[in-house]
């Protein structure tokens, strides 16, 4: 029996990640040039697996995940599917995906970078971008004055984030797109951005993925050990008993620096006894 060696992609692949319901998927399908994931007009995702799809024509690889803040709560699960199936993949960059109509910077939106922070490495934001899906307005000065909100207010917000939770500087400015899903009615501002994406993408050499390791929960940044003893003397006739007793707990930190404690719980202890002269004088 003959086996054929299996070969490795070596095609430059975009991963898209981002909140439930910001477009994600149409982003994939815009970049693929075909209807291929599944898209939702619902603010439930749709996506609920990992999935690669390629442009040949391009030389690209899209990768589509579930959004986190998911209404189910699936996110742990989501979360290792993904990075199960991204750990054998050529990977070069990631799009944060943002829907354009939002108005401001919400509490789940700073929630999921930190949590994207804590699944990957501080060497993955230097390739990463951020993409404004549903990006149109029919007043075009209204529409670059928007795009110059995003870029400045968005940019500089998420950086921010990022820095602050690894305490490094990023390298990385975070380049901003802007594009219009719609494959039925493509405008050439979203057809230039398409573009740009694509020579963005494969600008980089490939991320080391195989390295990443699945948390038991995507949430806690870091858990710690405590220890304390207890000493205690107990008095056995003529003999006294010296008794230590070790305990230990876990502390939690999570990704927005909050501290939750667990149970203390005995894990050793030690006795030591042994005869003592009284002070009573026995007549």
Known sequence: MIYKKKIKSTIPTIVLIGKTGHGKS??????????YFGVSSETESETHETK???????????????GLNDSKGRDQEHYENII??????????????????????????????K???????????????????RAYEKNKKQFEKLKSIKKTVYRAYIKDII??????KLDN?????????????????????????????????????????IKKN?????????????????????????KWDYYERYVYVDINDAKYYGSWS?????????KYRSDCIIF
Request: charged share 30%.
């Open 266 to 274: 005995l894990y050793d202890y030690s006795r030591n006894r042994y």
């Open 218 to 242: 995507l949430r806690i940044k870091y858990e710690k050990r405590e220890t304390r003893t207890n000493y205690d003397v107990d008095i056995d006739g003529n003999y006294k008993i010296q």
């Open 26 to 35: 149409a982003l994939g399908n815009f970049l693929l040039e075909r209807n």
């Open 163 to 168: 820095e602050k939770f690894y305490n490094k």
């Open 115 to 133: 949590i994207y922070c804590n699944i990957f490495d501080f060497d993955f934001f230097n390739n990463m971008g951020l993409v404004f899906t």
């Open 173 to 213: 400015i975070l380049p901003c797109f802007f594009v219009d899903t719609d494959l039925d009615d493509i405008d050439e501002n979203s057809l230039e951005e398409k573009d740009n994406i694509i020579t963005w993408a494969k600008s980089f050499r490939k991320l080391n993925v195989e390295k990443l390791r």
């Open 84 to 113: 199960r199936f991204i750990r054998n993949k050529y990977i070069t960059c990631f799009l944060l995906v943002i829907n354009f109509k939002e108005t401001k910077i919400s509490y789940d939106l700073q929630e999921i970078i």
């Open 52 to 66: 690669i799809g390629i442009n040949k024509y391009k030389n690209i690889g899209v990768i589509d995940t579930p």
